[in-house]
């Protein structure tokens, strides 16, 4: 007897310890939709709840707080919509989490999983037509957000959260459940239930500590101004591995797209190795992109493999010079300046050179050697700005705003965006030191760059 007192205090001591309560609701089972109050094309067939073009459904019943509702469905064609918590009976206040895997959308930052406003997500680890697994859980001051069991996002309410006036009621509070579907196709679902979460001994005070001070943080603005927050330049290199930038990306709210160096004397030379790399990166939450290193890189390896990536990029660091001398721009010891004007000239004429490689995005942009950095502003003239941009906007290919070196400046971007170029923002971290875009910020700031100025990559499946 003894011993069945044993087991039966470890089975409630384990469901204490995870704080959620034994009241499971099921909300949709397949059989019929009694839970829901729904408006619209609303239908069930073969045991699946079909949410068609501009329907939605409220929960009748419930007034959750904290809470963990899991859910199987899938978008199918051209659905897209989202799941709202804690909202009143028209489906407003609280949050909303998208559902979205449509590559096609030009509203693509705000993929699946997506806390729209908070934590939008530039990647979807599922596909459209594909029955996933979702996990939506309030507890405390936490949210957090899970597709197939894989977290995407983690968020902490602050002391002090920052919304604009059109968000001004997306906070946490109590309420209902509220499901739309806002695109063309329909929005299915297997199987809905909902868990109240006992929080008794949470300490929302100790939580939030944790949390991003949002009267200071430029993230949550960018997501609060419905701006794609994505960092095109990461690489995993110092040490930084997959899931410490997926831990970073999620606490920073920046998305991280991952690029491997390619080429001879890289860590990837050939295509086999680009295959295994990206077989590696199934089922991870970053947007890839293909660094082609040296001018041998387009016949290093094949269209069909660079067509893998979501977008390819280069520089024109590294090159030939005029007597023949293989160059590394960074590298002091691998440049030769006899004369300054001519040596600019000679780098201009190599990024001009680089837009006939099949890039989508040029990158490390208006770089100078260590011996020519202090006369940026001096050697980078109107005319030799123009050629560069020129030559980018004939071949439609982006420009980079670079966060490590703080490039191009000003008066470069301002010429880039007149002409019509599309950008993107990039670290080019070499350690686990990876910033949050601050001069990228900066300069989207001054020179008044919108989501519509943002390269749109090819997000390949």
Request: charged share 25%; glycine share 6%.
């Amino acid at each position: 007897m003894k011993r069945i007192y044993y087991y039966v205090y470890v089975i409630i001591f384990a469901l204490s310890a995870c704080n959620v309560n034994k009241s499971s609701q099921t909300l949709f089972d397949g059989d019929n939709i009694d839970h829901w109050k729904t408006n619209g094309d609303v239908t069930i067939e073969n045991q699946t709840f079909n949410l068609g073009n501009e329907a939605s459904m409220l929960l009748k019943n419930g007034n959750y707080k904290d809470f963990e509702l899991k859910l199987t469905a899938r978008t199918v064609d051209n659905g897209k919509g989202y799941i709202a918590f804690h909202t009143d009976k028209n489906g407003n206040n609280g949050y909303k989490v998208a559902l979205n895997n449509d590559i096609e959308n030009l509203q693509w930052w705000t993929k699946t999983g997506s806390l729209l406003g908070i934590r939008n997500l530039t990647k979807s680890l599922v596909e459209t037509n594909v029955w996933f697994d979702m996990t939506i859980r309030v507890e405390g001051k936490k949210i957090v957000v899970k597709i197939d069991d894989k977290t995407v996002v983690e968020y902490i309410e602050p002391i002090n959260p920052y919304r604009t006036s059109e968000n001004a009621d997306q906070l946490l509070s109590k309420g209902s459940i509220f499901i739309k579907n806002t695109g063309d196709g329909d929005i299915e679902f297997k199987h809905i239930d909902i868990s109240p979460i006992n929080v008794s001994d949470i300490d929302i005070n100790e939580q939030q500590s944790k949390a991003i001070d949002e009267t200071s943080d430029e993230i949550i603005k960018l997501h609060q101004d419905n701006f794609p927050v994505l960092d095109y330049h990461i690489h995993l290199k110092g040490g930084i591995t997959g899931e410490i930038a997926a831990e970073q990306s999620r606490n920073f709210g920046i998305n991280y797209a991952l690029a491997p160096n390619c080429g001879i004397g890289f860590p990837i030379t050939n295509d086999q190795q680009v295959i295994h790399y990206l077989d590696s990166m199934k089922g991870q939450p970053f947007i890839q992109g293909m660094q082609g290193e040296g001018r041998e890189w387009p016949t290093t390896f094949s269209k069909e493999v660079r067509d893998k990536f979501d977008y390819v990029f280069t520089d024109a660091m590294t090159f030939t010079d005029s007597k023949g001398r293989r160059t590394r721009l960074w590298i002091p010891e691998e440049v030769w300046i006899e004369n300054e004007q001519q040596y600019i000239d000679l780098i201009v004429q190599k990024i001009i050179d680089v837009t006939n490689e099949p890039i989508d995005v040029y990158v490390n942009s208006t770089f100078l050697p260590d011996a020519l950095s202090d006369k940026y502003d001096e050697l980078w003239t109107n005319e030799r700005m123009d050629k560069v941009i020129y030559a980018l906007k004939t071949k439609n290919i982006a420009l980079e705003i670079n966060n490590r070196y703080k490039i191009p400046h000003k008066a470069f971007i301002e010429k880039a965006k007149e002409a019509g170029l599309k950008f993107t923002f990039g670290t080019n971290n070499t350690d686990k030191n990876i910033g949050k875009l601050e001069y990228c910020i900066q300069m989207k700031k001054e020179c008044g760059i919108t989501a519509n100025d943002m390269f749109k990559p090819k997000m390949k499946n």
